[in-house]
């Protein structure tokens, strides 16, 4: 997979995912990039077909989301890692 891809990809951007291999998976969302809200990862997801989030973030942790009945959960960092590696 390409550098840039894979960052893309692990930020879940829209059009960065194969949707053939997120279509019924959980997927891991990276919170790398502000710019990218969790509602729009949920909704890239969505589309995709996936059947849940794990949204990886220190910030916003506190604040609340609602995914509706998307299955979705939000861990830190470090517990991110450890998925990742």
Known sequence: MHNNCSLNCRNCYPGSLDYN????????CV?????????????VLQDARAMGMIFVSEDNRD???????FPFTEIGNLEGHQILQ
């Not at 919170?31 to 909704?43: H, Q, Y």
């Not at 604040?63 to 009945?69: L, Q």
């Open 21 to 28: 291999k997120v279509s019924g998976k959980i997927v891991v």
């Open 31 to 43: 919170d790398n990039d502000p710019n990218i809200s969790r509602k729009t990862k949920k909704l």
């Open 63 to 69: 604040v609340s989301f609602d995914a509706g009945a």
